[in-house]
């Protein structure tokens, strides 16, 4: 066997292993959330828990509804997506498509600084600047209000912008990068059948590119889904119904928030908590996956 083979063969056997390492942490983590987080489904009661609007676990007659934190944690990241998203996109599109290389450097020099930044130092900003915006939004919109709970601007639409502000890197540079990939022999046939400009983008290079702006997609989701810091600082932190100006808890900042003293149930419970978590990132991946192999065929 000559000195090629041999390196081509050890290399070959370093990926397979890489590989099978990568395939090992994904079972066993999915494993071990299912071992943790099953006992108290059984403890508590799948409806209970997973429909339950109260939690109190640490009364005298503990309850232990995850309802609204669920509820909280999906409109919000649904909502930071539709926010979030849109922009992202146009702005790959001017990236990829429309600005000049100098532009392009500080723009892009914009977006990597984004994505450097500490989840703290966004929440840290939010609470500094949002917060302040927003109770002031919140007492013009609900002067008189003798039923309202004032929130201090601490509330769900504080953390549907965070979240936006967060997502924007990773569907920038993802996007940008699959835009890129495009050959430029599609640009060229389209612009020769007489296509304009903007026709070409939005008619045959974001088609083209599809399968890696839905990458993009599903890892600023997973990035809204797993924030906790951000949001733990912005969000208010009261397990309340997903309203614009209410307090609320996602799935993160629930455990964030209480698994440093938990203990017994309760504990169990924020596994459990932190099992639904795991559930929804496989959900949404398997989904929009099966949307991208749609797409491709």
């Not at 609900?142 to 967060?166: D, K, P, R, Y």
């Amino acid at each position: 066997m000559n000195k090629k083979a041999i390196i081509e063969k050890t290399a070959q056997i370093i990926f397979l292993v890489c590989a099978v390492i990568a395939i090992l942490a994904v079972c066993s983590i999915t494993f071990y959330m299912i071992m943790k987080g099953t006992p108290a489904l059984k403890e508590v009661g799948v409806l209970d828990l997973l429909f339950g609007r109260i939690w109190k676990p640490t009364a005298g007659e503990p309850s232990f509804g995850i309802f609204y934190i669920i509820l909280a944690s999906i409109v919000g990241t649904a909502m930071a997506v539709l926010l979030g998203v849109p922009v992202g996109l146009l702005t790959a599109v001017f990236l990829s498509e429309l600005s000049s290389k100098k532009i392009g450097k500080i723009v892009s020099g914009a977006v990597e600084l984004l994505a450097a930044i500490p989840s703290v130092i966004y929440g840290l900003i939010g609470m500094m600047i949002l917060n302040p915006f927003m109770y002031m939004l919140e007492k013009k919109i609900f002067e008189g209000s003798s039923t309202h709970q004032f929130t201090g601007g601490a509330n769900l639409l504080s953390a549907i912008i965070v979240l936006a502000v967060m997502i924007l890197p990773t569907v920038i540079s993802v996007s940008t990068s699959s835009m890129r990939a495009v050959t430029d022999s599609l640009r060229s046939a389209s612009l020769a059948l007489g296509a304009t400009k903007l026709q070409t983008i939005f008619k045959v290079v974001i088609p083209a590119a599809k399968s890696g702006i839905l990458t993009g997609i599903v890892l600023g989701i997973g990035r809204a889904l797993g924030e906790a810091m951000a949001i733990n600082m912005v969000a208010g932190g009261a397990v309340n119904i997903p309203l614009p100006f209410n307090s609320v808890r996602t799935l993160t900042t629930q455990i964030v928030s209480e698994m440093g003293y938990a203990s017994g149930t309760h504990r169990q419970v924020l596994f459990t908590v932190g099992l639904v978590l795991y559930v929804f990132i496989m959900l949404i991946n398997l989904i929009l996956l099966k949307v991208r192999k749609g797409g491709d065929e």
